[in-house]
């Protein structure tokens, strides 16, 4: 069995990836009951780890305290669990699907015209019929290297399952989880994996390694 993440670390990674996020979206994140994740950022608001705002959009986010001890909660879990090499073969196995999801979903919004891509308005069924097939080529070739990462650290089991589910709503013709940035769209999950392996690895985005 993959080993769990602490509760306090959950939380606090949660907001790392989400930035800005309500209690339940935390607590649906960390895998919590709202209760156990109400008590945790409460906790860390207290400890100067987190700030509430209230307002037309209301919920927690990190201080630079709490992101100075996220960084060094995630190190301690690799150093203690043993598993960073295995976190980044298959950070490496990601990069090296990445640059062809990326170029599916520029597909998805955009479509040639002429000598210029225009908005892609989904009028031609026959092309987004071959940029959905496309992503799900990209998604065979991503479901390994999330059951490699799932197998390494419990927090990761969700994002196969997440993916899969996002694709099952696009090939049921749900075509706006395909990118839209606001739902747990295709797009958004793979975001979210790539940052949560960028900072857990503690790999600064501006010098990502080049694909294998």
């Not at 305290?65 to 060094?72: E, F, K, N, P, V």
């Not at 995630?74 to 980044?88: C, I, M, Q, V």
């Not at 490699?148 to 994002?159: E, I, N, P, T, V």
Request: charge should be negative; charged fraction near 25%; aromatic fraction near 6%.
């Amino acid at each position: 069995m993959a080993p769990p993440s602490e509760s306090r670390t959950l939380v606090l990674h949660a907001l790392r990836l989400k930035g800005f996020a309500a209690t339940d979206v935390v607590a649906g994140h960390a895998g919590l009951s709202h209760k156990e994740a109400t008590r945790l950022l409460d906790d860390a608001a207290a400890q100067g780890l987190v700030v509430h705002r209230d307002g037309r959009i209301t919920g927690w986010s990190l201080t630079p305290a709490g992101r100075a001890l996220h960084t060094d909660l995630l190190a301690a879990e690799l150093a203690a669990t043993g598993t960073r090499s295995k976190l980044h073969d298959a950070y490496r196995g990601f990069l090296s699907v990445n640059a062809e999801l990326l170029a599916v979903c520029t597909d998805w919004q955009m479509c040639a015209s002429g000598e210029s891509p225009v908005v892609n308005d989904h009028s031609d069924a026959v092309y987004d019929k071959g940029v959905v097939a496309r992503l799900r080529d990209v998604h065979d070739r991503i479901e390994p290297v999330c059951a490699d990462l799932a197998h390494a650290l419990a927090r990761y089991g969700s994002y196969g399952p997440r993916l899969e589910a996002a694709l099952a709503r696009v090939e049921a013709g749900d075509t706006e989880w395909f990118t839209r940035p606001v739902i747990d769209s295709y797009h958004t999950i793979w975001f979210e994996l790539h940052e949560d392996l960028l900072c857990t690895l503690g790999i600064e985005r501006s010098k990502e390694e080049a694909p294998a």
